[in-house]
């Protein structure tokens, strides 16, 4: 059965922390794997990951794949308040997309 | 804007009514599909459109049906709510060909209460 977990399911930091999320997967013919920012409404696309070891960056926001270890990590570097949201990792098989159940970071000022 | 439109943004409904919600986007994508979120169980597949003219089921289909009724357009229908289908509900559309949106944009979501 296929399926995604995330690692810490919830995580209060103070500002200027650095964090580590965790997310592994167990899917069949994989394609890809994204990460997204939900705050109050939708999920926002943060990084999509397609090859083993490639550092993808976006300010303090970074995100690794390990296929070997089927699992990737996003970092997220001096936190601030506007970094609390729910982070939701998804994994690509065919036309879909699963999604694990999210790591909820509150960052408190 | 270029997005998905989803609508009512929320609506209570009572055991055994009926309802329809749309999705609209205005991307030129191929697929288009349905989620439901749940507290503690992430986001989970309901139904999928790979294109115009198919649609397929997700993860959790029963008591739900869907219509693509042309490329922009894919509507979600409850025929006779349960209090279990209480969630918030995303549509979404994703295009391999266009980078930009090769993962998912979604709707803002219905939150749908059902009594």
């Known amino acids: 059965e296929d399926k995604v977990v995330q690692s810490p399911l919830s995580l209060v930091v103070h500002e200027g922390d650095t964090v580590t999320l965790n997310c592994s997967y167990e899917v069949t013919n994989f394609r890809s794997l994204l990460w997204y920012k939900q705050e109050k409404k939708a999920p926002t696309f943060l990084f999509m990951l397609?090859?083993?070891?490639i550092e993808k960056k976006s300010g303090r926001l970074s995100s690794i794949l390990d296929k070997k270890e089927l699992s990737s990590i996003l970092n997220i570097t001096a936190t601030q308040t506007g970094d609390s949201a729910i982070y939701l990792c998804?994994?690509?098989?065919?036309?879909?997309?699963?999604f694990g159940t999210g790591t909820s970071l509150t960052v408190i000022p | 804007n270029a997005g998905v439109t989803q609508t009512p943004k929320f609506q209570v409904l009572k055991t055994g009514q009926s309802m329809t919600l749309q999705c609209a986007q205005d991307?030129?994508?191929?697929?288009m599909y349905w989620y439901r979120q749940d507290p503690g169980m992430g986001l989970r597949l309901i139904y999928y459109s790979a294109s115009e003219g198919t649609t397929d089921k997700g993860e959790v289909p029963n008591g739900y049906n869907v219509s693509r009724l042309n490329k922009r357009e894919f509507s979600l229908r409850l025929e006779s709510a349960a209090p279990s289908q209480t969630s918030v509900y995303f549509c979404a559309s994703g295009d391999r060909r266009d980078p930009m949106h090769y993962g998912y944009t979604f709707g803002s979501g219905t939150r749908l209460t059902v009594v």
């Open positions: 397609t090859s083993s070891g």
């Open positions: 991307m030129n994508h191929n697929s």
């Open positions: 998804a994994v690509e098989r065919r036309n879909q997309f699963y």
